[in-house]
């Protein structure tokens, strides 16, 4: 899946200069081979500005809409997502959805990098909430590290529900890459649900936020 650097480049140079980021432990990204960037997830923006921050190429999945959405601002946004390959993908729609998954597998075995949200969707009151098994479904089956990402602030770029960017100060922290076994898909819930709970740990302790043992939802969709 290509990217174009020079699309990332000038996103990173729009982050540093309008927002004045303080970015730290982006040399825990490995210099080649696969890796799995995890983070916490607070703003629309996050998988924008992690692609652009990022040394290396890494592909998040991405909403359909955002490929085919109108106006100048649709048009930036595609730009942009198919510009660093970003995966399309139907929200709500699970055979989609594992479809996905399967081609971050097929990066990973090519050894690229992906990332992923293991809470699911945006945090809207700022707590960190339970991670999903995906990403230690993901760093199992391939053996790729993964790489924690505390951010803090980037809800402010956009809150929840608003619309434009507001430039703003933040914080993007990565910590050291997590490596577990690689039994490959021959492995049981209790494994994954381990490493994912580690992984949770990691982004915590970058992301300095309250924690909460339940899983987030996207809104309207609590019963």
């Given at each position: 899946?290509?990217t174009s650097?020079?699309v990332?480049?000038?996103?990173a140079g729009?982050?540093?200069?309008?927002?004045?980021?303080?970015v730290?432990?982006?040399?825990?990204?490995?210099?080649?081979?696969p890796?799995?960037?995890?983070?916490?997830?607070?703003?629309?923006l996050?998988?924008v500005l992690?692609q652009?921050?990022?040394?290396?190429?890494?592909?998040?999945?991405?909403k359909?809409?955002?490929?085919t959405?109108?106006g100048l601002?649709?048009?930036?946004?595609?730009?942009?997502?198919?510009?660093v390959?970003?995966i399309p993908?139907q929200?709500?729609?699970?055979s989609?959805?594992?479809?996905?998954?399967?081609?971050?597998?097929?990066l990973?075995?090519?050894g690229q990098?992906?990332?992923?949200?293991?809470?699911?969707?945006?945090?809207?009151?700022?707590?960190?909430?339970?991670?999903r098994?995906g990403?230690?479904w993901l760093?199992?089956t391939?053996?790729?590290?993964?790489?924690p990402?505390?951010?803090r602030?980037?809800?402010?770029l956009?809150?929840?529900?608003?619309?434009?960017f507001?430039?703003?100060?933040?914080?993007?922290?990565a910590?050291e890459?997590?490596?577990?076994?690689?039994?490959?898909?021959r492995?049981g819930?209790p494994?994954?649900?381990?490493?994912?709970?580690?992984v949770?740990?990691?982004?915590a302790?970058?992301s300095g936020?309250?924690?909460?043992?339940?899983?987030?939802t996207?809104?309207?969709?609590?019963g």
């Amino acid at each position: 899946m290509a990217t174009s650097e020079p699309v990332r480049r000038a996103f990173a140079g729009m982050f540093r200069l309008s927002c004045r980021p303080h970015v730290t432990g982006l040399e825990n990204v490995p210099t080649s081979g696969p890796f799995i960037l995890a983070s916490n997830h607070l703003s629309f923006l996050d998988s924008v500005l992690l692609q652009a921050l990022c040394p290396r190429p890494v592909h998040f999945f991405a909403k359909a809409e955002y490929f085919t959405a109108p106006g100048l601002t649709g048009q930036v946004q595609r730009l942009f997502f198919e510009s660093v390959g970003s995966i399309p993908v139907q929200r709500g729609d699970q055979s989609a959805s594992v479809a996905a998954l399967e081609e971050l597998v097929s990066l990973l075995e090519d050894g690229q990098g992906v990332g992923i949200y293991p809470e699911g969707t945006r945090s809207r009151d700022g707590r960190l909430y339970r991670g999903r098994t995906g990403v230690g479904w993901l760093a199992l089956t391939t053996g790729a590290p993964v790489v924690p990402v505390g951010l803090r602030g980037t809800e402010r770029l956009q809150p929840p529900g608003g619309r434009g960017f507001r430039p703003h100060r933040f914080t993007l922290a990565a910590g050291e890459p997590l490596r577990f076994c690689h039994p490959g898909r021959r492995h049981g819930l209790p494994e994954r649900r381990q490493a994912t709970a580690d992984v949770m740990d990691a982004i915590a302790a970058l992301s300095g936020q309250e924690r909460v043992d339940e899983y987030n939802t996207v809104p309207g969709a609590r019963g």
